[in-house]
């Protein structure tokens, strides 16, 4: 294993820009590139960094913004000049409106590479999902699958990250089974509860994706898959979290088309009174999400967190 950010074998981009940099992920990737306090530091404090923003504003950190929308290719052009390093985060778990997993995922990520191409963009960084595959069955597993080959087909140095699901403060997802933990007499199992995840601490990616931005060449045409320390099944997610908050509830199963019913009957109720959880998640439990090829300790240069080590955050 090496140490991340060799000074020896780093190439520090001169100018980087992310979108969806004021996200959950984009957060932990802001950590990494030492842009979390108001003054720069560590091997990106030279390097200026940009947010692309549909509404322009403030940023933790150092950042400039940029204004921009991804599903309008209009509003990119010019945007990504002198642009060394694109890091493209932009997506959704939930459509809303013409908020569609294809228009926001693979057009927005059509419309990046295409700015990117004419930019002459050195080095585009995608976030796509541990998963991803071309049915349509799983619509937002397709968006993220169209958008690797769009990435992939445009002829710019890429490289691809596959997260697992992954958790820390302000997460949407442990954050909520943490909740369904602490409110429930018993907690409701959706389906056999058997499907692996491997979760990975947002950190830990955050500092895969540094990694990548320092070392184009070493990640040029990669496609890394990031997971945790451990694989877990839904139910021992649970446990890990029932631990946690040291509750020990029993476990109801729900069947899943019953789940889906109540999820699609509820749907145009105000959000406070729907399932914590979308039709499309409800999908993806029936699929495992973990990896036996994890890039994650690779790149960080360390075992990754594991969940019942970095979920404090819940209590």
Known sequence: MHDTLQPGNAHIPSTLLITGATGFVGSGILRALGR???TPSGPFAGTRIQSLQRKPGSVVGRVETVAGDVTDASSLSGKLDSVDTVIHLVGIIEESGGATFDEVIR????????EASRAGVKHFILMSALGAHDSPKFPYHRAKFRAEEAVKASGLPFTIFRP???????DGFITVLAGLVKSFPV??????GESKFQPVQVDDVGASFAYAASHPEEAGGKTYELGGAKSYSYQEMLDV??????????KVHVPL????????LTGPLPKALRPPVTMEQLKMLALDNSTEDSATPRLIGHTPVALEDGIAYIR
């Open 36 to 38: 979390s306090g108001d």
């Open 107 to 114: 057009r927005g990520t059509e419309n990046m590479v295409q």
């Open 164 to 170: 697992s699901v992954i958790f820390g403060k302000g």
């Open 187 to 192: 907690v409701p199992v959706v389906g056999s």
């Open 241 to 250: 979290i029932g631990a946690e908050l040291g509750k020990r509830k029993p």
């Open 257 to 264: 088309p019953l789940m889906k019913a109540v999820v699609t």
